[in-house]
């Protein structure tokens, strides 16, 4: 990933021709490290990403929508109050450092001035800090006095840039060249890697990859590497392409690169990698909560059951105690007080076997018996109690299994958002802040939706989309699901037509992949129409029961072309 002074040189020079001139309209906190500026330039309204991330430090026009924090740090009312309204004068590079400062003109009610935002892209270290004359009026990341740092960064303490490091810069040529001549006195006939290595180590703010087109570069035009790096780093024209791998973006580059695409600018290519690096991890991120929160609810009704079915073996000796009890009392003259055991003959064995009866010495004979029914009738009301409990619990763990379906099922934020609002209302996620001022209703997230043959056929995603979908079918339409899995509601609108088979096969095999069997060569999916499916009052959601159903038995398929 080559976010390297090299890089961000370029990526100033593009914000600078596009957005001197612009006015911000409005700014915006994503989250802890990343603002969003909406700049309108006098022609168009863009979006300006300023992030410090650790990995994603960057500043870059975006087309991604992202939904801003519902609530505003203290950094982000600052930069409202300080730069709302303001106008952009320049946007450049700072020296040859992984620094882009963002120079405005702003005006109040009572006064004038030129304030800057200094964008620090240097990794871990990232930060952005307001200035204005030199004295700083707050930073992303700021410092406290008792902290052990080399440079200060609070309000009213006078800006210093990052020091350096101990590399030479880009443009000093003499240096370069004694440095290079003595590190290949030592090499002899070093090849293109080792002096991309070199550079890279003894160059400030260059990336490796970088490092390795200069150094090919050079050795294409006969160039001694420390003549043509002053120039490749100032003159070289922004050629931007981004490299995929697999359908993924993996890099961008300012310059040609091998199974690179051609992008329109490095904003675009920049923004195209990040952009989709960090929906792939927030999603990745979205979905492993909700799987530990769903397995969580998995484990819980688990060992509930556990606890309900030990008690409903304990339960089971309610006859053994019944008859015990009833022997007593039918051999009361038999027994004799505060004797701790007795052997009587089992009438209620049809082998006719002896029974051994342990009895409480300081009770009567007749205690004693009223004590083993005292225990058969409480045994009896468990039983009673504990049978429904064991259903309950036996369904709630079907029901976070039909969740975990669905979770491992999902290839997108929009199949994650209705999950974590149902694991939400069953109080297995907190509730998400609500942002402040009116709130607005959120539209319904569509079913997967597929045509064949003419005919539309629509894939729950989840367990309420799998109820909207059965309210929404007419009784004639077809239903699907897989036979004892996990799966997808599946509806083929029919409009009162006789579906072909070639329909049914195919939604067959959606609904089988949108299924817990999706990794298995083939499994039954039940079919019927919608009027014999009937959702139980008060169960969960996802849940039904269904009747005269025929099944299929295919392969998983997606059918994602």
């Known amino acids: 990933m080559p976010q390297d002074a090299f890089h961000i040189r370029r990526i100033a020079q593009e914000l600078d021709a596009f957005l001197t001139g612009g006015k911000i309209n409005r700014i915006s906190q994503v989250n802890k490290d990343e603002l969003t500026f909406i700049v ?81 892209l240097m990794g871990k270290y990232s930060n952005i800090v307001l200035v204005e004359n030199g004295i700083i009026l707050g930073a992303l990341k700021s410092t406290a006095l008792v902290d052990d740092t080399h440079r200060i960064l609070f309000a009213g303490a006078k800006y210093e840039y990052p020091v350096p490091q101990d590399k030479l810069s880009y443009f000093d040529g003499a240096g370069m ?8 006195q030592t090499r002899e006939n070093a090849d293109e890697e080792t002096l991309a290595c070199f550079l890279f180590e003894s160059v400030s703010g260059l990336a490796l990859s970088t490092a390795r087109e200069i150094v090919k570069r050079a050795n294409e035009r006969g160039l001694p590497l420390w003549d043509f790096l002053p120039a490749f780093f100032e003159n070289e024209p922004c050629n931007a392409h981004l490299v995929y791998k697999n359908g993924v973006a993996q890099d961008f580059f300012a310059f040609e690169v091998e199974g690179g695409v051609k992008m329109p600018s490095l904003c675009k290519a920049e923004d195209e990698y990040y952009s989709r690096r960090e929906y792939k991890k927030a999603f990745e991120d979205k979905k492993r909560k909700l799987e530990n929160s769903a397995k ?73 018996a009223q004590r083993y029914f005292r225990a058969y009738n409480k045994q009896k009301r468990a039983k009673e109690v504990l049978t429904p409990m064991q259903k309950k619990e036996e369904a709630e763990i079907e029901y976070a299994e039909s969740i975990l379906s669905a979770i491992y099922s999902a290839e997108t934020e929009e199949d994650l958002q209705e999950i974590h609002e149902e694991l939400t209302d069953a109080g297995l996620l907190r509730a998400p802040k609500e942002r402040v001022g009116k709130k607005q209703k959120k539209p319904e997230i569509p079913f997967r939706e597929y045509t064949h043959n003419g005919y539309t056929v629509l894939v729950g995603r989840n367990n309420i989309q799998n109820d909207r979908l059965l309210k929404k079918a007419s009784p004639e339409d077809i239903w699907l699901h897989a036979q004892k899995y996990h799966s997808s509601h599946v509806i083929i609108v029919t409009q009162g037509e006789q579906v072909p088979n070639e329909t049914l096969l195919f939604a067959s095999e959606i609904c089988a992949y949108y299924s817990s069997g999706r990794d298995s060569d083939k499994i039954p999916v039940d079919y019927c129409k919608r009027k014999f499916v009937k959702k139980p009052s008060k169960s969960k959601a996802g849940f039904v029961i269904y009747t005269d159903y025929k099944t299929l038995l295919v392969k998983p398929n997606a059918h994602k072309e």
């Open 296 to 368: 969580t609810l998995r484990k819980k009704a688990g060992k509930r059951l556990q606890d309900t079915l030990d008690k409903l073996r304990e339960s089971e000796k309610a006859e053994e105690n019944r008859v015990k009890g009833e022997l007593l009392t039918a051999n009361l003259y038999k027994i004799q007080k505060g004797v701790t055991g007795i052997e009587l003959e089992n009438w209620y064995d049809e082998k006719g076997g002896k029974i051994k009866i342990a009895l409480d010495a300081t009770l009567t004979p007749s205690q004693n």
């Open 177 to 184: 060249r004694s440095r290079l001549q003595n590190f290949l």
């Open 40 to 120: 309108y330039t006098g022609k168009t309204t863009v979006k300006l990403i300023l992030s410090a991330s650790a990995s994603g430090a960057r500043v870059c026009l975006s087309a991604y929508e992202k939904e801003p924090a519902p609530i505003a740090s203290n950094f982000c009312m600052l930069l409202r109050k300080h730069l709302q309204g303001a106008e952009i004068l320049s946007v450049q590079q700072y020296q040859a450092e992984r620094i882009i400062q963002i120079t405005l003109h702003c005006t109040g009610d009572f006064s004038e001035c030129d304030r800057t935002l200094i964008c620090e």
